[in-house]
């Protein structure tokens, strides 16, 4: 196992009762501003159950924030926040509303430009206003992390930044929130998690058997309940594991001591700013292609991950790693996902300003992934395997 140091101070509240239990957490006259997304709370009714949850509370809102939620649109929050001296942020909705609300919580404090917050992934973040997360979406982690995803919509440049002082203080984790999900969402959620694990467990060997055993843990978990969120949205056991897993998958639990890919978030990322696709729908091309042009690199993993994940336990160990990569694709396709450029339209044009786009994002010389192996030469290969 390699050296780490593992951080996570999110209080976590799950279950049916965790609305109910969040007042005693939040700060006595605490001005709170709730950040909610395209309206989707408003309609199910969401938003006015935690209003009445915070009753006594002094709050506000602010909407609109958009799927990839925007610098632009942010900034009106950060505006907001200053005049109405805000103390505490409430994001109630998806990644991209929590994303966006620990953005507005370090842009409130932040000297200079705040778009710097990203040119300098969070490295110059001091402090943040204190953020609670309440999703609607299992998928991203990102009420359990420091991680946000911010896109400049003049650029069309999206990016990430990381802080401890973005962590949320408090997750609530509440499965019936998400009941309202579209199917769509819902398979967007499963995939997004599925491949969040693969990032940090299909790498190489470093003798880890716990961070192991839990990465495939989450795996089994994934594949298990998939079906049963998709045909009964309202069965809350399904659903509750779908939203624990989610949550574990990317609060640095897994990836903590072993080494870490991202590769195929990073060129995913591109494609949503560039084309517009939803962030899993980029993971459900780009992994598959990825996995298989690296796949010696990748030797040892793959084999572990086709004999413990799939029970691959015949043929040589190439077929069974081939093997695992189509059940791999036949899973994100079962599920709704496609697995090609071209099922959305996309040629070889588009891989031309894709990887203008992340050289702009990385530099010229990148070397993305575990090894530094994903340059542009290796992430052209790639993109044109995920034709
Ligand atoms: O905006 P509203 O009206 O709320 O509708 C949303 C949105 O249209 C809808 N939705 C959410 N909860 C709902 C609901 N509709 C009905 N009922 C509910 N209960 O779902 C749509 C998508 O929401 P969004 O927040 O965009 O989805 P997701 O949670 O997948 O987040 C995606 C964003 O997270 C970033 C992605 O890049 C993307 O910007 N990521 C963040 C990460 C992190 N912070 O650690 C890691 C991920 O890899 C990812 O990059
Ligand atoms: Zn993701």
Do not use: C
């Not at 196992?1 to 007042?23: E, I």
């Not at 938003?47 to 900034?75: C, T």
């Not at 942020?89 to 000297?111: E, P, Q, R, T």
């Not at 880890?208 to 309940?225: C, I, N, S, Y």
């Amino acid at each position: 196992m390699m050296d780490f140091s593992f951080f996570n101070p999110t209080r976590v509240l799950f279950g049916r009762t965790a609305l109910s239990q969040m007042t005693a957490l939040v700060p006595a006259g605490a001005r709170i501003l709730i950040l909610y997304g395209g309206g989707s709370v408003v309609r199910n009714g969401t938003l006015a159950r935690v209003q009445a949850a915070l009753d006594g509370y002094e709050i506000h809102e602010f909407g609109g924030i958009e799927p990839n939620p925007s610098f632009e649109k942010l900034m009106e929050a950060v505006t907001l926040v200053r005049e109405q001296d805000i103390s505490f942020l409430i994001a109630l909705g998806g990644g991209s509303v929590i994303d966006g609300a620990k953005f507005v919580a370090a842009a409130v404090y932040y000297d200079g430009d705040p778009w710097d917050i990203l040119l300098t992934r969070g490295n110059r973040i001091q402090a943040a206003l204190p953020l609670a997360a309440i999703p609607t979406l299992p998928a991203t982690g990102s009420e359990m992390n420091g991680t946000s995803v911010i896109t400049r919509t003049e650029f069309s440049a999206k990016r990430v930044f990381k802080s401890e002082h973005v962590f949320p203080v408090l997750a609530v984790l509440d499965p019936t929130l998400t009941f309202t999900l579209p199917p769509r969402q819902v398979a967007n959620g499963i995939v997004d998690a599925f491949v969040h694990v693969l990032e940090q467990y299909l790498t190489y060997p470093v003798d880890a058997p716990v961070q192991d055993r839990f990465a495939e843990g989450l795996l089994r978990v994934l594949l298990d309940v998939a079906d049963k969120n998709l045909a009964e949205p309202e069965n809350y056991d399904a659903r509750a594991s779908l939203m624990w897993a989610a949550t574990l998958a990317l609060n640095g639990l897994i990836g903590s001591g072993v080494p870490q890919d991202w590769s195929s978030h990073l060129i995913g990322h591109e494609l949503t700013a560039l084309y517009g696709l939803d962030h899993a729908r980029t993971l459900a091309v780009i992994l598959p292609a990825m996995l298989s042009v690296r796949k010696s690199e990748k030797h040892a993993k793959l084999l572990q991950y086709a004999e413990r994940i799939w029970n691959l336990h015949t043929g040589s160990e190439n077929e069974r790693i081939d093997k695992a990569l189509s059940h791999t694709r036949a899973f994100f396709s079962r599920l709704g996902l496609e697995t090609g450029l071209s099922d959305y339209g996309l040629g070889r044009n588009a891989i031309d300003s894709l990887l203008a786009s992340l050289r702009q994002a990385h530099g010229n010389d990148y070397a993305l992934g575990e090894k530094q192996t994903v340059s542009s030469e290796l992430a052209r290969a790639v993109l044109e395997a995920s034709l």
